[in-house]
């Protein structure tokens, strides 16, 4: 198969739909992109980069993020995160209050904001520097300069993040993190605003698509750890409508509100989209029409 020539296709046919959607407008950094934008990017296990469109344009990742800091939690503690927080769909938008009272501070799942702000508390326990340590491996797997934290997207998160502040603030009281709160926003959101390029990150998740395996061959953690990873994003991973992303591309998938898609090729590589006009749930329209059409022109799904 003629890979380059079938992303070029896929932009081509996604064309139509770019700009429909709106842009994340809670912060300056992302109400200002252009809601046309568009890259796509493959990075192949036998070592092929390729993309089209914007995908070497950098990006703010903000809940990608999640995938990476779950996967160097569970790296490193093993299935002891899963007594913090669970692993089913929340049904409920990834900001939600509602949802955490009625279930006692304890999260749905790593990939909606309450968890994350769990798994974002263990790595800083674990490692200190939580965005420190995320950007040194985003780097080691994708080439150094690959990731940087945009410190004024950070500071626009700081200043915004009312409602991630809330959910801090309620985890606390129900005694679900371990270290100060601030500490724990301020590590997140640095996470949230890390800069990379749909080429960075197709490259940085290949090991996930490569049972754990590293680019430098050594192993991040078990075939297990990463096929829960893999699940936990097919179920989890696109907000609110992680079935109908399900039912349409067929692969473990995790977006962020800039407007930034990745998906999961197991055995095969990683696949990422990015498009900045998001739909009603917060994942990209454009992102998710190309996947639909990467998964159908080539029948490479998990089904
Ligand atoms: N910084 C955003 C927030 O915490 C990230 C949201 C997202 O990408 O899902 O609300």
């Known amino acids: 198969m003629d890979l380059q020539s079938l992303l070029t296709d896929i932009a081509r046919e996604t064309a139509p739909v770019l700009g429909e959607g709106k842009v994340a407008d809670y912060i300056p950094a992302l109400a200002s ?47 002891a995160l899963w007594d913090r927080v669970g692993r089913e769909p929340s049904g409920n938008p990834f900001n939600s209050l509602v949802q955490l009272e009625y279930e006692k501070g304890l999260p749905r799942n790593p990939f909606i904001n309450a968890g994350a702000l769990v798994v974002t508390d263990r790595l800083i326990s674990l490692r200190g520097n939580a965005s420190t340590e995320l950007v040194s491996f985003l780097n080691a797997e994708a080439g150094a300069g690959a990731a940087h934290v945009d410190e004024a997207v950070a500071a626009s998160e700081a200043e915004k993040g009312h409602r991630n502040a809330a959910l801090a603030h309620f985890l606390a009281s129900h005694n679900r993190l371990v270290n100060p709160v601030d500490t724990v926003l301020q590590a997140y959101f640095d996470q949230c605003s890390i800069a990379m390029t749909c080429e960075g990150l197709a490259q940085a998740a290949l090991f996930l698509a490569n049972h754990g395996l590293r680019a430098d061959g050594t192993r991040l953690f078990s075939r297990s750890e990463a096929k829960r990873v893999n699940s936990v994003m097919l179920t989890c991973g696109t907000y609110d409508a992680a079935g109908d992303f399900a039912y349409r591309v067929g692969l473990p998938g995790k977006s962020g509100v800039g407007g930034g898609l990745l998906a999961i090729l197991p055995e095969r590589g990683v696949l990422c989209a990015w498009g900045p006009a998001l739909d009603s749930h917060g994942n990209s329209v454009a992102g998710v029409e190309a996947l639909d059409r990467f998964t159908t022109k080539t029948g490479w799904s998990v089904f």
């Open 33 to 79: 992109v252009d809601p046309r934008r568009f890259g796509l990017a493959l990075a192949t296990m036998d070592g092929q980069v390729l993309g089209t469109g914007d995908w070497q344009t950098p990006f703010s990742i903000q809940s990608i993020s999640k995938v990476f800091t779950l996967a160097l939690v569970l790296a490193r503690d093993g299935e």
